[in-house]
């Protein structure tokens, strides 16, 4: 049975963070498996664990560490999300989208969205960074749209658009940011699966045939429900192994916790170059 998070709910998370922190978030960072260190270096730090939350769920997975760090980031003050809650987990869409939602009630304009991805675009290599341009909802078209249930007309239309769900223009930044640091940016279309087994070759070639560059696990929930709240997002998956379109390699999530490693100081410092560029 689908359940169903209530303003209530997600007002009564947002009160007490806001209650623990002395400075007014712009822009909430989430940050994929094996993505963890930029939290780390998040100055004037205030830590929440998600364990410390009425009703929040808390990451089960190895490289989630669980945890809100708020505080500044290249002088921008940010909410990070050092660890995801994902759909496999056991948890509801409406739980795996409820930090977005949090994120919101505490008034906060920009997301910037990270994971760990499988390329499924043959001209991907492990380490690779791809910017996001479009995301395929393949777990929506499904049924697992996060925005089923009661619509919160609070925040968002019943109804609302998805035709540029990763902002134009902060695309535009990260661009100039990569070309600056001459970091090499892939681009391409994201396909959110539920997980948590990795896809079969069939999977990967039926993906590749309808235009998918990366393939993950999360990511196309959370962006839709920042753009239901009128959230401007940028998208960056981090390219943590080669898709496997022939059957012939094992895939591993330590493989995909190593690759995290060579990922990183890219996407950080992409990062830190788009938020002094806000």
Do not use: W
Request: aromatic share 6%; proline share 6%; net charge negative.
């Amino acid at each position: 049975m689908q359940k169903f998070i209530s303003l209530q709910q997600i007002d009564e998370i947002a009160h007490k963070i806001k209650k623990q922190i002395s400075i007014q978030p712009s822009v909430g960072i989430i940050l994929g498996s094996g993505l963890n260190g930029l939290a780390d270096s998040v100055a004037e730090a205030t830590y929440i664990p998600y364990s410390d939350l009425p009703n929040f769920p808390v990451s089960t997975v190895h490289g989630h560490v669980g945890r809100f760090v708020i505080g500044k980031l290249e002088e921008q003050p940010v909410m990070v999300m050092q660890g995801r809650i994902h759909y496999y987990e056991g948890y509801t869409m409406g739980e795996c989208t409820l930090p977005v939602r949090v994120m919101q009630r505490l008034n906060i304009p920009n997301l910037i969205v990270t994971n760990a991805a499988g390329g499924v675009n043959p001209n991907f290599n492990p380490g690779d960074v791809m910017l996001i341009t479009d995301q395929l909802n393949l777990m929506g078209m499904s049924g697992l749209n996060p925005l089923m249930g009661p619509n919160l007309d609070e925040i968002g239309p019943r109804f609302p658009d998805m035709s540029q769900p990763y902002d134009r223009a902060y695309c535009d930044l990260a661009r100039k940011v990569a070309k600056e640091n001459h970091i090499a940016l892939q681009e391409g279309v994201y396909a959110g699966l539920s997980g948590p087994s990795f896809e079969s070759p069939a999977d990967l070639r039926f993906l590749r045939l309808i235009g998918v560059d990366a393939v993950g696990m999360s990511t196309v929930p959370e962006v839709i429900v920042a753009r239901h709240g009128s959230m401007r997002v940028l998208g960056i998956s981090g390219i943590s192994n080669k898709a496997n379109l022939d059957g012939s390699t094992i895939t591993t999530h330590e493989e995909v916790i190593e690759a995290g490693k060579v990922i990183t100081p890219k996407i950080e410092t992409i990062i830190r170059g788009v938020l002094r560029g806000l």
